[in-house]
């Protein structure tokens, strides 16, 4: 009886973690992009430790699809001048879904960031609020039929030769699509210039 006991309870254990999160964590780089500019400056720039978790929706919409960001946005800038760039960095999505019923897709970001920057050992962290978008949202009529739609859901001023915007359990939803959804976060550079890279990362289903 005891032995049937501790088998039922593994099979109860086993089943209950194919409910636990729906995206895949990614530790470390996950994908980087270089472009020389017109200064002969090399740009270059980073997605680190990206986390996509796909929740049940709290309006039980099933035309909604809610998740919950976390990963980190890196550039680095190297050759002549490069302690004297100024720019701007974005973070987004590509998203992508194979049907909307003529009501189109709305789309709102909210996330609380901080960038961490200039540490150093007798001030070991610094933590900078940055002129972030609180919040950012689109909506666009896209009919009957499949679409794209890219949006920068943040962006930061930047300047140096080097900085990272991070984010921890950032909010997102889509709503008005049917069928699937994929989520394709971007990282992007722009020089004052007008020079730019982007990097894109592994689509994340948001069944």
């Known amino acids: 009886m005891k032995a049937f006991s ?7 254990a086993a089943f209950a973690a194919l409910f636990v999160g729906t995206g895949t964590s990614h530790a470390g780089l996950d994908n980087e992009l270089s472009l020389v500019d017109g200064k002969d400056r090399t740009l270059t720039i980073q997605q680190w430790d990206t ?13 909604t699809r809610e998740w919950f960001h976390s990963g980190k946005a890196k550039y680095i800038v190297s050759g002549p001048g490069a302690d004297d760039f100024e720019g701007t960095l ?8 194979p049907w909307s019923l003529g009501v189109g897709i709305n789309f709102s970001y909210t996330t609380p960031n901080i960038l961490l920057d200039d540490a150093t050992p007798s001030n070991p962290l610094q933590v900078i609020t940055p002129n972030l978008f609180p919040g950012a949202s689109i909506s666009a009529d896209l009919g ?3 679409g794209i739609q890219e949006v920068a859901t943040f962006s930061t001023d930047v300047s140096g030769a080097n900085g990272a915007v991070a984010v921890s359990n950032a909010h997102g939803t889509v709503t008005g699509a049917a069928g699937g959804v994929l989520l394709r976060p971007f990282a992007r550079l722009i020089a004052k210039e007008g020079d ?3 990097t894109y990362g592994e689509p994340w289903n948001m069944n």
């Open 144 to 146: 009957n039929g499949p």
């Open 51 to 63: 986390f996509l978790n796909g929740v049940f929706p709290l309006d039980r919409n099933r035309l």
């Open 90 to 97: 974005e973070l987004g999505y590509q998203i992508g879904f």
């Open 6 to 12: 501790r088998v039922l309870l593994a099979m109860v």
């Open 196 to 198: 730019s890279v982007t």
